[in-house]
């Protein structure tokens, strides 16, 4: 199938790369030329686990080009959206400035008979709005919203191997033509058993919105027990492993700890709250508001602890931050705890010292102020306190025996409860969780 994906993002870039990948011949889109110059040249714009070998190999087969030039994807059968909804800047509703541009862009482009299936995350009502500008007569084109649900991290497993498929279509025949199109396009998911459901276009948005509240909710549930757990001295991390073996409730997203960021939940779970406020609902879902600050409470908690291992002030006091990226296994500083409770720690004068395995340069450009050290023993080296925020396996696999001969004062933080509090304090370390004796 002829596939062009508009927006070489993170998603847009995965999905091209990953449709290529299943056979089909995509063209993928973007505005950035330099983001454009990276990937023809096959070089990944962003980490992101295997996409490197898949990018050479789509290239390599001829089955994936990437340009700036939207008339390259005139031709196409099916043509994804998958540009950016940013938070808009002073507010909490979703910017969707890209997603307006990007489907006119390709309206003007698109053939006769071709589909439009938007991917980008949306406040509920896009799709329709955006049907409305189709045109109303004739052989037309066509509009699905079919949501991503891809981790940062595990993005090129997620696509191609998705835990479920879910197509918003119009009602009728053209909305079955229009499923059975993607089913084409997903057909080795769709041949394994992918469950796939078949839907309006308000619920795929919502689907997509209320999956991510979903999880940023269990993860404050998590951290508010955790806050709990702390003045009970009670331990987080039994009671999550407790309450986990409940098949209803499930283990995974109960880490508590610095808490979420990214470029997704943090501002979808705010856009979600803003676009029920328009509706007329904002009391109904006025409780993520609170999941936002429970959140944003887990990156001063770390400060706070910091401060108190200190003895009441960080001023001047050499602190090695371990991980910048809001998870590990990228290199995505968006909205990074880590990052940011780097900078709380700058801003009271602390001596910070930041490393990750892969998210330093994009840290750097967003703050020059602080200092960036590559290698971990040498970021370890005269630390006065050692703040783990961002659980990277070479963190986790720290000898704490040989980790005491570097630093100057053996005093750990442990802000996403990675490490074995037992086996660091045996080594002489003074040990801090999160919500753990
Ligand atoms: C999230 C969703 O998990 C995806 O399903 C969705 O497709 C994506 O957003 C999106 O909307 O594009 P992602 O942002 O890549 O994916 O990251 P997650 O793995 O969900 O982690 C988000 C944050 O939660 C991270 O900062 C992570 O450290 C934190 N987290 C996760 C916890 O603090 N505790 C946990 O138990 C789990």
Same mark, same amino acid.
């Given at each position: 199938m002829k596939i062009s994906v508009i927006g070489c993002g993170y998603l847009g870039a995965v999905h091209a790369v990953a449709m290529a990948e299943l056979g089909h011949d995509v063209v993928g889109v973007d505005v950035d030329a330099d983001r454009i110059a990276l990937l023809a040249d096959g070089k990944a714009p962003f980490f992101e686990p295997e996409l490197d070998q898949l990018l050479e190999r789509g290239l390599a087969s001829g089955r994936l080009q990437f340009t700036?030039?939207?008339?390259?994807? $005139?031709?196409?059968?099916v043509h994804f959206l998958a540009v950016g909804t940013p938070q808009k800047p002073g507010a909490h509703?979703?910017? #969707?400035t890209y997603v307006d541009a990007a489907f006119a862009t390709i309206l003007g482009v698109a053939k006769s008979g071709s589909l439009i299936v938007g991917k980008s995350t949306v406040p509920v009502g896009t799709a329709q709005r955006l049907a409305?500008? #189709?045109? $109303?007569?004739?052989e037309t084109v066509s509009l699905a919203w079919n949501p991503e649900f891809l981790r940062e991290g595990f993005a090129i497993k997620d696509t191609l191997e998705p835990d479920r498929l879910v197509y918003g279509v119009v009602a009728g025949d053209q909305g079955r033509e229009d499923a059975e199109r993607l089913d084409a396009v997903y057909h080795a998911a769709i041949s394994t058993g992918t469950p796939r459901i078949v839907t309006d276009y308000a619920t795929s948005e919502l689907v997509k919105v209320s999956a991510n509240a979903f999880l940023a909710t269990k993860i404050s549930f998590i951290n508010a027990i955790s806050e709990i757990a702390d003045v009970a001295g009670a331990d987080i991390t039994a009671l999550a492993d407790a309450i986990g073996q409940d098949a209803r409730i499930?283990?995974? *997203?109960l880490n508590a700890g610095v808490g979420f960021g990214g470029g997704c939940l943090p501002k979808d779970i705010r856009a979600f709250a803003a676009r029920a406020e328009e509706l007329g609902k904002g009391s109904s879902l006025a409780f993520l508001n609170e999941v936002d600050a429970i959140n944003l409470r887990q990156r001063q908690r770390v400060v706070d602890l910091a401060v108190e291992a200190l003895g009441g002030s960080v001023n001047e006091r050499r602190i090695v931050i371990l991980?910048?990226? *809001?998870?590990?296994?990228?290199d995505d500083v968006r909205d990074s705890p880590a990052l940011d409770v780097a900078v709380q720690l700058k801003g009271l004068g602390a001596d910070v010292v930041a490393t990750d395995p892969e998210g330093i340069e994009n840290a750097r450009r967003r703050h020059p102020q602080l200092s960036y050290v590559p290698s971990l023993r040498d970021a370890l080296r005269d630390a006065e306190l050692v703040v783990l925020v961002t659980e990277w396996q070479e963190y986790r696999d720290i000898d704490p025996r040989d980790a005491s001969s570097l630093v100057a004062r053996p005093h750990i933080i442990d802000g996403r409860n990675a490490l074995d509090p037992v086996r660091w304090r045996a080594s002489g370390w003074t040990y801090r969780g999160m919500g753990r004796p």
């Amino acid at each position: 199938m002829k596939i062009s994906v508009i927006g070489c993002g993170y998603l847009g870039a995965v999905h091209a790369v990953a449709m290529a990948e299943l056979g089909h011949d995509v063209v993928g889109v973007d505005v950035d030329a330099d983001r454009i110059a990276l990937l023809a040249d096959g070089k990944a714009p962003f980490f992101e686990p295997e996409l490197d070998q898949l990018l050479e190999r789509g290239l390599a087969s001829g089955r994936l080009q990437f340009t700036t030039s939207p008339t390259s994807a $005139a031709d196409a059968d099916v043509h994804f959206l998958a540009v950016g909804t940013p938070q808009k800047p002073g507010a909490h509703a979703a910017d #969707l400035t890209y997603v307006d541009a990007a489907f006119a862009t390709i309206l003007g482009v698109a053939k006769s008979g071709s589909l439009i299936v938007g991917k980008s995350t949306v406040p509920v009502g896009t799709a329709q709005r955006l049907a409305a500008q #189709l045109p $109303a007569h004739g052989e037309t084109v066509s509009l699905a919203w079919n949501p991503e649900f891809l981790r940062e991290g595990f993005a090129i497993k997620d696509t191609l191997e998705p835990d479920r498929l879910v197509y918003g279509v119009v009602a009728g025949d053209q909305g079955r033509e229009d499923a059975e199109r993607l089913d084409a396009v997903y057909h080795a998911a769709i041949s394994t058993g992918t469950p796939r459901i078949v839907t309006d276009y308000a619920t795929s948005e919502l689907v997509k919105v209320s999956a991510n509240a979903f999880l940023a909710t269990k993860i404050s549930f998590i951290n508010a027990i955790s806050e709990i757990a702390d003045v009970a001295g009670a331990d987080i991390t039994a009671l999550a492993d407790a309450i986990g073996q409940d098949a209803r409730i499930g283990r995974r *997203f109960l880490n508590a700890g610095v808490g979420f960021g990214g470029g997704c939940l943090p501002k979808d779970i705010r856009a979600f709250a803003a676009r029920a406020e328009e509706l007329g609902k904002g009391s109904s879902l006025a409780f993520l508001n609170e999941v936002d600050a429970i959140n944003l409470r887990q990156r001063q908690r770390v400060v706070d602890l910091a401060v108190e291992a200190l003895g009441g002030s960080v001023n001047e006091r050499r602190i090695v931050i371990l991980g910048v990226s *809001f998870k590990p296994n990228s290199d995505d500083v968006r909205d990074s705890p880590a990052l940011d409770v780097a900078v709380q720690l700058k801003g009271l004068g602390a001596d910070v010292v930041a490393t990750d395995p892969e998210g330093i340069e994009n840290a750097r450009r967003r703050h020059p102020q602080l200092s960036y050290v590559p290698s971990l023993r040498d970021a370890l080296r005269d630390a006065e306190l050692v703040v783990l925020v961002t659980e990277w396996q070479e963190y986790r696999d720290i000898d704490p025996r040989d980790a005491s001969s570097l630093v100057a004062r053996p005093h750990i933080i442990d802000g996403r409860n990675a490490l074995d509090p037992v086996r660091w304090r045996a080594s002489g370390w003074t040990y801090r969780g999160m919500g753990r004796p």
